[in-house]
């Protein structure tokens, strides 16, 4: 049963009149009427606003009556994509073109100031779709994609309101004037700048000069973003309204210390960026791609409690496309398609491993996790979790669907996959292999649950290592985080074995 049928006994016990109107829609027997404000018709449903609030209408069902019905044969696709200004224009135009290049349509590019593409029949010119985007603050975006303003936002935060599907990565790194004798700062002393309890650069090991802080204006998506990670608000900033007069101020101010995406850096210099146990944390494409760089962000399509219309629904399905992670790593950011690279070739994570076992941690331990990673490689996809629970993050369950779809599409002939677990340090070293061999479980589970028919050959393995490879310090709850997570290791499996 539709919605049209659903409210079948609201429409006979109350009456139409006086309510605004431009289509009327009416069940192919006559029987029930509904006037109503037309929102959208994607070829499939059409979308009202009813006095009984948005419906989703079957197409098939009703006869359109009215000056706003569509033409039936041919609809015009509306995609109507609001967010952050510079996320929006850096990553959408060439995106819009790719999917346009995709679906084999004609388009004009998504450019300033109209900020809308048009997508086109070439051989008779007629427009399919309209693809629009508006640049607002989060609130407002918000706003618009709950009440049917918009299809699709771009957001640095997932939302448990909305629906959400990754399109890109960005690392946000610590930058200084050029000319700033600091060159590298660890998390924590960031994380207490940027809170407001250093306040001198010879706090940090600079000359006795203030510290002044810049950042983005509060109701900024990456702000706001920002403040999430750092678990609490950040210390008065002199605001900016854009990256790039943000990288102009720092690069002019031999004392300001800001956070910046990497595609803001500008004439600034980008220091390094260690953790208080000496571990370094670079953004290289794997670490951020995995999300081991803990200053990395998703870039989320937010998607409202409603369905979405067909070009929307393809657009959405085009970013696990290469040609989409093409256009999203030509950008500047980076894409979300799968980095593989030799275990070996990592070996400052079995250094570090080394270097800070723990008491229970045995030799033979580390000769188990040695003899796994000298044969095997590493695939960027990694799983962590929500504070206190198996449950997987919105980036993890992302990573999961793209895992499903690789798994289905043969992309791991001959090979041999295996999910690696590993915990923080904190507990009992018996208890730190369960939890890990617990969350690999649960991601081997819900892959299951994605793809049920697929057979148990071609599913991964697991192997827990609990507290054995810290990738951060476990002294901070960020770093206890990043270590608490399932990686995806792959181990070619040759003729004969």
């Given at each position: 049963?539709?919605?049209?049928?659903?409210?079948?006994?609201?429409?006979?016990?109350?009456?139409?009149?006086?309510?605004?109107?431009?289509v009327t829609?009416?069940?192919?027997?006559?029987?029930?009427?509904?006037?109503g404000?037309?929102?959208?018709?994607?070829?499939?449903?059409?979308?009202?606003?009813?006095?009984?609030?948005?419906?989703?209408?079957?197409?098939?069902?009703?006869i359109?009556?009215?000056?706003?019905?569509?033409?039936?044969?041919?609809?015009?696709?509306?995609?109507?994509?609001?967010?952050?200004?510079?996320?929006?224009?850096?990553?959408?135009?060439?995106?819009?073109?790719?999917?346009?290049?995709?679906?084999?349509?004609?388009?004009?590019?998504?450019?300033?100031?109209?900020?809308?593409?048009?997508?086109?029949?070439?051989?008779?010119?007629?427009?399919?779709?309209?693809?629009?985007?508006?640049?607002?603050?989060?609130?407002?975006?918000?706003?618009?994609?709950?009440?049917?303003?918009?299809?699709?936002?771009?957001?640095?935060?997932?939302?448990?309101?909305?629906?959400?599907?990754?399109?890109?990565?960005?690392?946000?790194?610590?930058?200084?004037?050029?000319?700033?004798?600091?060159?590298?700062?660890?998390?924590?002393?960031?994380?207490?700048a940027?809170?407001?309890?250093?306040?001198?650069?010879?706090?940090?090991?600079?000359?006795?000069?203030?510290?002044v802080?810049?950042?983005?204006?509060?109701?900024?998506?990456?702000?706001r973003?920002?403040?999430?990670?750092?678990?609490?608000?950040t210390?008065?900033?002199?605001?900016?309204?854009?990256?790039?007069s943000?990288?102009?101020?720092?690069?002019?101010d031999?004392?300001?210390?800001?956070?910046?995406?990497?595609?803001?850096?500008?004439?600034?210099?980008?220091?390094?960026?260690?953790?208080?146990?000496?571990?370094?944390?670079?953004?290289?494409?794997?670490?951020?791609?995995?999300?081991?760089?803990?200053?990395?962000?998703?870039?989320?399509?937010?998607?409202?409690?409603?369905?979405?219309?067909?070009?929307?629904?393809e657009?959405?399905?085009?970013?696990?496309?290469?040609?989409?992670?093409?256009?999203?790593?030509?950008?500047?950011?980076?894409?979300?398609?799968?980095?593989?690279?030799?275990?070996?070739?990592?070996?400052?994570?079995?250094?570090?491993?080394l270097?800070?076992?723990?008491?229970?941690?045995?030799?033979?331990?580390?000769?188990?996790?040695?003899?796994?990673?000298?044969?095997?490689?590493?695939?960027?996809?990694?799983?962590?979790?929500?504070?206190?629970?198996?449950?997987?993050?919105?980036?993890?369950?992302?990573?999961?669907?793209?895992?499903?779809?690789?798994?289905?599409?043969?992309?791991?002939?001959?090979?041999?996959?295996?999910?690696?677990?590993?915990?923080?340090?904190?507990?009992?070293?018996?208890?730190?292999?369960?939890?890990?061999?617990?969350?690999?479980?649960?991601?081997?589970?819900?892959?299951?649950?994605?793809?049920?028919?697929?057979?148990e050959?071609?599913?991964?393995?697991?192997?827990?290592?609990?507290?054995v490879?810290?990738?951060?310090?476990?002294?901070?709850?960020?770093?206890?985080?990043?270590?608490?997570?399932?990686?995806?290791?792959?181990?070619?499996?040759?003729?004969?074995?």
């Amino acid at each position: 049963m539709n919605v049209f049928w659903a409210v079948a006994i609201w429409a006979l016990c109350f009456p139409f009149g006086g309510f605004a109107q431009d289509v009327t829609l009416t069940s192919r027997n006559g029987a029930l009427a509904i006037p109503g404000l037309l929102q959208g018709y994607d070829g499939e449903v059409f979308r009202l606003q009813s006095r009984y609030g948005l419906l989703t209408i079957d197409a098939a069902g009703v006869i359109c009556d009215g000056p706003a019905c569509p033409d039936l044969n041919a609809p015009k696709a509306k995609i109507r994509i609001v967010g952050e200004a510079e996320i929006g224009q850096a990553l959408l135009p060439a995106l819009i073109t790719s999917f346009a290049d995709a679906l084999g349509l004609d388009h004009s590019p998504m450019q300033l100031p109209e900020n809308t593409a048009l997508l086109s029949d070439p051989i008779t010119q007629q427009v399919l779709a309209e693809i629009s985007f508006q640049a607002l603050p989060p609130a407002a975006a918000k706003s618009a994609l709950t009440e049917g303003r918009a299809e699709l936002m771009l957001a640095a935060i997932a939302d448990p309101d909305f629906g959400s599907k990754a399109l890109a990565l960005e690392a946000l790194v610590p930058i200084v004037a050029p000319d700033n004798p600091l060159g590298a700062i660890s998390t924590v002393d960031l994380a207490k700048a940027l809170a407001g309890k250093l306040n001198n650069w010879q706090e940090l090991g600079g000359p006795d000069m203030p510290l002044v802080l810049h950042g983005l204006e509060a109701d900024s998506d990456l702000q706001r973003a920002l403040t999430a990670r750092l678990g609490g608000s950040t210390a008065p900033i002199i605001p900016h309204s854009s990256l790039k007069s943000l990288s102009q101020a720092v690069a002019k101010d031999p004392w300001a210390l800001a956070i910046t995406g990497r595609n803001g850096i500008g004439r600034a210099k980008q220091l390094a960026l260690t953790d208080s146990c000496g571990f370094p944390l670079s953004p290289s494409p794997l670490a951020i791609k995995a999300e081991d760089y803990p200053l990395t962000l998703p870039v989320y399509f937010l998607t409202p409690r409603r369905r979405l219309p067909l070009m929307a629904r393809e657009l959405l399905e085009f970013l696990a496309q290469p040609s989409a992670q093409a256009a999203i790593a030509a950008s500047g950011y980076s894409d979300r398609s799968p980095e593989r690279q030799p275990l070996v070739a990592d070996g400052a994570r079995l250094m570090t491993a080394l270097a800070h076992a723990g008491a229970e941690t045995s030799l033979a331990d580390l000769q188990q996790l040695a003899a796994v990673m000298q044969q095997a490689d590493r695939l960027s996809l990694t799983f962590r979790f929500r504070d206190g629970s198996n449950d997987m993050d919105a980036s993890a369950q992302n990573s999961l669907a793209d895992l499903a779809r690789l798994i289905e599409v043969d992309g791991f002939a001959n090979t041999k996959l295996i999910l690696a677990g590993f915990s923080d340090g904190t507990g009992g070293a018996a208890a730190n292999r369960a939890l890990a061999q617990a969350r690999a479980q649960a991601v081997l589970d819900a892959l299951k649950t994605l793809i049920p028919s697929t057979p148990e050959a071609k599913l991964p393995s697991i192997a827990a290592f609990g507290e054995v490879l810290p990738i951060a310090c476990d002294k901070t709850a960020a770093g206890r985080r990043l270590n608490r997570r399932v990686e995806l290791w792959l181990e070619p499996v040759f003729a004969g074995r």
